[in-house]
């Protein structure tokens, strides 16, 4: 679609702030881990991603992939649920947050690497049928993971993430966490205020996450210790209870 000509443009080169990612994950994994290609870059992940209303939804896809030490092996399968003519899209919401060519998410589209399907929020049958519908958009990729829509990251998080999973030396291992929190700020958009106030443009330009440091080696952590099901209205979902927990030492 012409909407998306804004952010087709690529550049050819890695830029400044993949180099500088790659720099801070290599940093992390030390000499031991980090592998003669830098991360493993021939190794695909696919970030399955359930969006409902959220206006960080674009902003989450943007800080992945500006974030990320090889933004190439980057896929995503969104399944957004929104109001077309008030919230902000996953993926046409770029076009007001990112200029291209320099950033990192630009050209995602063209090249596959971000795959959307999207119904009206009225339609919705509940977050757990939307997870699984934005997995049905996997495509062989090596890995897997899912997260919210709001999210943000840690400078070379791919690198990481893979290296922690190969350190556990099982290829039917799971990792599960609970991230850390974000706080809104003034000019973060709700979609309750959408409703009643209308959009506010000013904030999809702006990411207040943009230069917000992710630390990796905080001295505590959340882990998820249990997961109950419930009933919210129609659907059966899940909840977490979560514990804080000191960090494991490297191993």
């Not at 909407?3 to 400044?16: K, N």
Request: with cysteine; hydrophobic share 35%; aromatic share 8%.
């Amino acid at each position: 679609p012409v909407a998306y000509d804004t952010i087709d443009a690529m550049s050819g080169d890695p830029s400044d702030a993949t180099q500088w990612n790659r720099l801070a994950a290599a940093k992390i994994l030390g000499g031991k881990t980090w592998d003669a290609g830098g991360g493993w870059p021939d190794e695909s992940i696919f970030v399955s991603v359930a969006a409902y209303r959220d206006p960080e939804c674009a902003k989450t896809v943007a800080r992945a992939y500006q974030r990320a030490a090889h933004p190439d092996r980057i896929f995503f399968g969104i399944f957004q649920q929104a109001n077309a003519s008030r919230d902000v899209d996953c993926v046409l919401g770029l076009a007001d947050l990112i200029d291209c060519p320099g950033h990192n998410a630009c050209g995602r589209v063209r090249r596959d690497q971000i795959r959307i399907h999207r119904v009206p929020y009225e339609k919705t049958l509940g977050p757990t049928i939307a997870r699984h519908l934005s997995e049905t958009l996997y495509r062989d990729e090596t890995y897997v993971m899912s997260f919210d829509s709001h999210t943000n990251y840690a400078k070379g998080w791919d690198s990481i993430v893979v290296d922690v999973f190969k350190r556990i030396d099982n290829p039917r291992a799971i990792i599960t966490t609970y991230p850390a929190s974000y706080s809104a700020t003034r000019t973060s958009e709700k979609w309750q205020d959408v409703d009643h106030v209308g959009k506010c443009d000013a904030c999809r330009r702006k990411d207040d996450q943009e230069r917000v440091d992710v630390d990796v080696t905080p001295e505590y952590q959340k882990a998820i210790c249990r997961t109950r099901r419930v009933q919210v209205g129609r659907t059966t979902s899940f909840k977490h209870d979560v514990n804080r927990m000191k960090r494991p030492p490297q191993p």
